[in-house]
């Protein structure tokens, strides 16, 4: 296995080199510990980022460990995050949230620990990093909040991470589409990371480009892709046969056709 250093706003993040065999299958989810905003070795072994209250991400477990693909089979010690749902799914999660409850956070009311500005930045980062490195979309489907793989994709969790943003005051409001205001908001703001990460010297280009990633974050079926342009969803499909990593091209991650 070869690992990989990203420089983000959240710290350095070592990360495996990962063919594109593993990236297609990539998921990530969004979580907090429900937890105090003290960081545990316990977290550290259910998630493979824990952020702290300051916005730094440590490493928990090896991302490698959740993979199950052809190359490889998720290992012992994997990180059983979302039930049901642990295979190639990477795990964010903000040490935070102890005694909040969703049925005060609708009034308003975040408990001891709400999660920070910073914390929401860094799960912010940190996944926008991740997408940007594997060419992972940041459709719904392939980055959610734990909660969202039951109101999204079926599987039921008992969970309410991550339906709430406390220092925006965006409250649990759950869509018709089965995504959170919150999580819609986080996905919004990584898609917009990530177009500054393909295109960091100009701006113009890094427009095209969101549009053509604002195209895929508000459906959750094919009925609905078909709706778009063939070009932007060939564009997809080559974001997800590019190389894993290496030097990149700006072209290489999808502008859609005028
Ligand atoms: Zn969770």
């Not at 935070?96 to 909040?100: E, L, P, Q, V, Y």
């Not at 590019?242 to 072209?251: N, S």
């Given at each position: 296995m070869q690992y990989q250093r990203l420089k983000t706003t959240a710290g350095t993040l070592t990360v495996p080199v990962l063919d594109t065999e593993a990236t297609s299958k990539l998921s990530i989810t969004w979580h907090w510990a429900?937890?105090?905003?003290t960081v545990t070795k316990y977290q550290k072994t259910r998630y493979h980022f824990v952020i702290d209250k300051d916005g730094h991400a440590c490493h928990g477990?090896?991302?490698?460990?959740n993979l199950d693909n052809k190359n490889q089979r998720r290992q012992?010690?994997?990180?059983?995050?979302v039930l049901n749902a642990n295979s190639n799914n990477i795990g964010i999660s903000a040490a935070?949230?102890?005694?909040?409850r969703e049925s005060a956070a609708r009034r308003g009311s975040y408990g001891s620990w709400p999660l920070t500005k910073e914390q929401i930045a860094s799960l912010i980062e940190v996944a926008a990093q991740l997408c940007y490195c594997y060419r992972l979309p940041v459709l719904p489907t392939r980055v959610l909040g734990h909660e969202e793989w039951d109101s999204?994709?079926?599987?039921?969790?008992?969970?309410?991470?991550?339906?709430?943003i406390p220092h925006l005051d965006i409250r649990p409001h759950l869509n018709s589409d089965g995504g959170y205001d919150s999580t819609n908001y986080l996905r919004q703001q990584a898609q917009r990371r990530v177009a500054e990460l393909a295109q960091p010297d100009d701006p113009a280009q890094r427009e095209k480009q969101l549009a053509a990633f604002s195209s895929f974050v508000t459906f959750h079926d094919q009925a609905y892709a078909a709706q778009f342009p063939v070009e932007t969803i060939r564009s997809i499909k080559q974001l997800r046969q590019?190389?894993?990593?290496?030097?990149?091209?700006?072209?290489d991650l999808p502008v859609s056709e005028q």
């Open positions: 429900a937890s105090s905003y477990v090896p991302i490698e460990k012992p010690g994997y990180a059983a995050h935070a949230m102890g005694d909040a999204i994709m079926g599987r039921p969790q008992d969970r309410w991470d991550v339906n709430c590019q190389p894993p990593l290496g030097e990149f091209a700006r072209e």
